[in-house]
């Protein structure tokens, strides 16, 4: 079966109860995200990220690609909110020193027309 159809088809509340962590509950948020608005269900896939925003600011302060991958996963909703969700995704990802963050939040910025703070060594 297609990972992506045995995502959808395993009941939500199964993959969550399968977590055993908050940064793997939002993992888990985010992977279902993402499916279901790659299979046209935009609407629960906001609903979902969302949560997975709320779980990642709540519970992982310390899990920075957890963090900005649920904002990014939000964006995809929500692309008029971009400037702050962008700035707060940047913020994380540069806080935590994570180079591979910081390209994927500049590369969804450059897309969308958004700007971001320069770095100043």
Request: charged share 20%; proline share 7%.
């Given at each position: ?24 509950q939002v993992d888990t948020l985010v992977r ?75 590369h969804a910025a450059r897309t969308l027309g ?8």
């Amino acid at each position: 079966m297609n990972p992506i159809q045995e995502l959808l088809d395993t009941p939500l509340e199964l993959l969550l109860a399968a977590a055993r962590t908050p940064v793997e509950q939002v993992d888990t948020l985010v992977r279902r995200a993402n499916a279901e608005m790659d299979q046209g269900d935009v609407d629960r896939g906001k609903q979902l990220a969302l949560e997975a925003v709320e779980l990642a600011r709540q519970t992982c302060p310390k899990a920075a690609r957890e963090r900005v991958l649920a904002l990014l996963c939000f964006l995809r909703t929500a692309p008029d909110n971009a400037a702050p969700l962008l700035a707060e995704a940047h913020g994380i990802a540069d806080s935590a020193n994570e180079p591979q963050l910081i390209t994927a939040i500049v590369h969804a910025a450059r897309t969308l027309g958004v700007p971001l703070p320069t770095h100043v060594f």
